[in-house]
């Protein structure tokens, strides 16, 4: 089952894909041309590449807690069921 956080992520994760990919084309062409960004390539690129980051660090810090919410489920699993097994 899919968790509210988990489809807002996956909306942010699709909403920036596209954005990503005309960054990627800026930096790629400027590579190309053995030059830095123009100041009007950057005012485009800057700021999808810092919501990119955002993205990412909420789709990391979202791996994160499930597993630490799978460990904590599995460690109590574990102590209620107590030595025995049952």
Do not use: C
Not at 21 to 49: F, G, H, S
Not at 58 to 66: G, L
């Amino acid at each position: 089952m899919t968790s509210m956080r988990e489809e807002r992520l996956q909306e942010r994760v699709a909403e920036i894909r596209p954005k990503l990919a005309k960054a990627r084309e800026i930096a790629e062409k400027a590579e190309a041309e053995v030059r830095d960004l123009t100041a009007d390539e950057k005012a485009i690129y800057d700021p999808i590449v810092s919501k990119a980051r955002e993205v990412a660090d909420a789709v990391k810090a979202h791996r994160h807690d499930q597993e630490v919410f799978a460990f904590a489920k599995e460690l109590s699993d574990n102590v209620t069921s107590g030595l025995g097994g049952r």
